[in-house]
């Protein structure tokens, strides 16, 4: 169950960065109920997307001659995942060695 009081909006990722600044790094994040999210930055810098779908429909346009390259978007989500376990993994030794 959620906690009504600490409910926010927020629009701008320095407010974001302000309502989660207190929390342990190990916290989990959800985007529209599901648990892990992708990140996607617009090509001017000037908006970040939450989304829990990872959105390739958008990219494939960019990055694919006829949309459909399974081999590029394999090896894309594979990169995506090994970077994301490297960043767990240096959290995890991050809080053993220096937080906890």
Same mark, same amino acid.
């Given at each position: 169950m959620y906690d009504l009081n600490k409910r926010s909006y927020f629009t701008t990722l320095g407010e974001?960065?302000?309502l989660?600044? +207190?929390?342990p790094?190990?916290?989990?994040?959800c985007t529209g109920g599901v648990l892990g999210s992708?990140? +996607?930055f617009e090509q001017d810098g000037n908006l970040v997307?939450?989304?829990d779908e990872d959105l390739t429909e958008d990219y494939?346009?960019?990055f694919s001659e006829d949309g459909g390259d399974d081999d590029f978007w394999e090896g894309q989500d594979a990169l995506?995942? +090994?970077e994301h376990n490297d960043r767990l993994d240096?959290?995890?030794y991050m809080n053993s060695h220096i937080g906890g």
């Open positions: 974001l960065r302000m989660l600044a +207190h929390l790094a190990d916290t989990k994040v992708y990140l +996607h997307s939450f989304d494939s346009e960019q995506m995942l +090994h240096y959290l995890a």
